[in-house]
């Protein structure tokens, strides 16, 4: 069994059905309300690398290149639903000197490290994206990286899900684990029923934790961090960008129906989901210091995510307390990204199979004295 209908849960969910697996999945609202709802969908593992975040590095580099297989097989398997993947590559620019200056000790990292990424100059900046200021002094292009469309991507999922078998209940809420210290025993739901299994994945974002029973070793201190993001519409004529574009202060992904959505902040209010003006009005300046056009597009809303977080920023993925519990949570900013090494290391676990090499076991140890803070 699985809890949260997320992009997490869904992809877990159909790689376990796949594997001949009977699998039903508690969703308390529909599938794709959590964070995959308000996702951007980049497939980004280079432009989103920080200094210090290495060992993730890795594992998002590892998904990435699982999702050219992943999204064919999910196409075949939904019946034709598209993901709208999208391999254009991203742009980092600078929207000014201090950000030039930041982003080439950035670049140095990432040729450090072995990233196919290339200084542009304002002008190069400019024959590859026609509608960026003047102002732009230079960027790193990323030419390898993709994106998809998250909400296409829950729904193909879910379909993919329900031909292998699975089962999605909808407006069922996981309330309590049924454990006897050692095994697993199912959820007791929020309507009271018991729903028995000997596997059950916590995939509930930063909603995890707040499962009744849960052992407070089994469970990273996930958290939720706030991210607010705009959607706008192009009115006709050339699309705005045509690849990925970020700078330090935001990014714009353009869809193909000619939405561009704008994201995000990165705020620490808890369970805080208001839409602000700050929020917008940062967001809206960022974008048009780089891209000034943006100024004409229809402002069709915002919204807001909440995106699972972990002290290190990297994901917790595997078996954890009771023999039968798995953890798949802590995406952070690499929800979208990471869901086909989730979903084959979770599926392989559930099956008594080796999860891939990418993917650590979790050890509470990890994160010191902090594991099971976040109740
Ligand atoms: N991956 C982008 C974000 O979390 O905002």
Known sequence: MVVGAG?????????????????LVLER???????????????????EALFGEEPLLRLNLESGRMWESFDGELREASGGLPT?????????????????EELRRLHAFQRELG????????????RLEPGLSPRVPGGILAPH??????????TALAAALEHAGGEIRRGEA?????????????VRTGSGATVESEHVLLAAGCWSAQLARVPPEALPPVRPVKGQILSLHSRGGEPLIRRMVHTPRCYMVARPDGRVVIGATVEERGFDTAVTADGVYRLLEAAWEVLPDIGELEFVGAQTGLRPGTPDNAPVIGAAGPDGLLVATGH????VLLAPITAEAIAALAAGDEPPAQVAPFSPARFGAVAGGAR
């Open 7 to 23: 992009i997490i849960g869904l992809a877990s969910a159909w790689r376990a059905a796949e594997r001949g697996l009977s699998v």
């Open 29 to 47: 609202d529909v599938e794709g309300a959590g964070a995959s709802g308000v996702a951007a969908g980049m497939l980004a593992p280079v432009t």
């Open 84 to 100: 709208h993947r999208d391999s254009k590559g991203a742009l980092v620019l600078a929207a000014d000197r201090d950000d030039a």
């Open 115 to 126: 990233l196919d990424t290339e200084w542009l100059s304002g002008r190069e900046c400019r």
């Open 145 to 154: 990286e993709s994106q998809v469309d998250p909400a296409a991507t829950v």
């Open 174 to 186: 996981a309330a309590e684990l049924l454990h006897d210290g050692e095994h697993v025993q199912g």
């Open 332 to 335: 952070y900013r690499n929800g």
